[in-house]
């Protein structure tokens, strides 16, 4: 359990003192910074200066904080625990850009993924959504909460049982039948392998669906929800050929061909991107030479063995 942690003053456009507390330090997290690397600066930090509060109430229960997972450009996520159990909250952006207000941005984001919690409600594979986030009886609106799944992120060179993708395989039809894509897939942090060796899916911030109370309005949106949900199905046959090719049916030459046309195009735009990015978070010395996000002062949950 974290040290008392002594009250921040922010700016009026940032987020209420009563909300979030300490300036960002990898000590606060239990975690000396690398050698040479420096935290992210305010303009990189969903959060600015400060980090995810010391304490919050989810459904009237209490919880503390127990550690900071992750604090990006879009949100600090954090694992809390109560007396009945733990969550996971992530605190989504409410930092502006060069004095650009941004909260707004947080709000939606968090509503996003409360959104398709309570959509996927019930499907074995999805945490269940836990309530609202409130500090001192006053509700964050950029926050969200979830179950937390005790067990890691899918390692790249981890070997899984045999029931790990015909489980993941089902868990992904489900999500489908719910008129919703991910669309986020590729990345393995989003994949999480609980104690029993059983697949769960997160972060559905960029997922898309069909709008459930206008049927008719979701009719010329279903072919956008197929291409979707297409590059869902590809992105698991790469998890499962990468760790599992005993299983995938096909061989590692065979998965450029079946790539589709648009995510082709998606990586001519986002690989430039990316890479821009990292070489101005090694240019301001937040990451080291290789780029590699596993440098950081807080580095991405992708990059540690424990995860939420």
Not at 216 to 243: E, M, N, V
């Amino acid at each position: 359990m974290p040290g008392a942690l002594r009250p921040v003053a922010v700016a009026a456009h940032a987020v209420p003192a009563i909300a979030m507390f300490s300036p960002s330090s990898p000590a606060a997290a239990g975690r000396p910074a690398p050698k040479g690397v420096r935290p992210r600066p305010p303009l990189f930090r969903a959060l600015g200066q400060v980090e995810p509060p010391e304490a919050v109430e989810i459904g009237g229960e209490k919880y503390r904080r127990i550690e900071v997972l992750k604090h990006d450009s879009w949100a600090a996520t954090a694992i809390y625990a109560s007396a009945t159990g733990k969550a996971l909250c992530k605190f989504n952006r409410r930092q502006p850009i060069l004095h650009i207000p941004m909260a707004w941005l947080g709000q939606r984001l968090a509503a996003r993924e409360r959104h398709f919690h309570t959509r996927l409600a019930g499907v074995v594979g999805i945490p269940a959504h836990l309530g609202t986030v409130s500090v001192d009886g006053v509700e964050l609106p950029n926050a969200f909460s979830r179950e937390f799944i005790e067990g890691h992120v899918l390692d790249r060179h981890q070997r899984v049982d045999d029931d790990f993708f015909p489980d993941f395989i089902r868990l992904l039809a489900d999500v489908h039948a719910r008129d919703v894509a991910h669309v986020d897939l590729h990345k393995r942090e989003n994949v999480l392998v609980d104690r029993d060796g059983r697949p769960w899916l997160i972060d559905f911030q960029i997922s898309f669906s069909l709008p459930s109370d206008a049927p008719l309005l979701g009719l010329p949106l279903r072919s956008l929800l197929r291409i979707l949900q297409q590059c869902d199905d590809y992105h698991l046959l790469k998890h499962h050929l990468h760790h599992r090719p005993d299983q995938a049916g096909l061989e590692a030459n065979e998965i450029d061909r079946r790539r589709p046309w648009w995510i082709r195009l998606h990586r001519r735009f986002a690989v430039p991107f990316r890479t821009l990015r990292r070489q101005l978070l090694v240019g301001l010395g937040i990451r080291g030479r290789s780029g590699q996000v596993s440098t950081e002062a807080f580095p991405e949950v992708a990059h540690r063995r424990r995860a939420a």
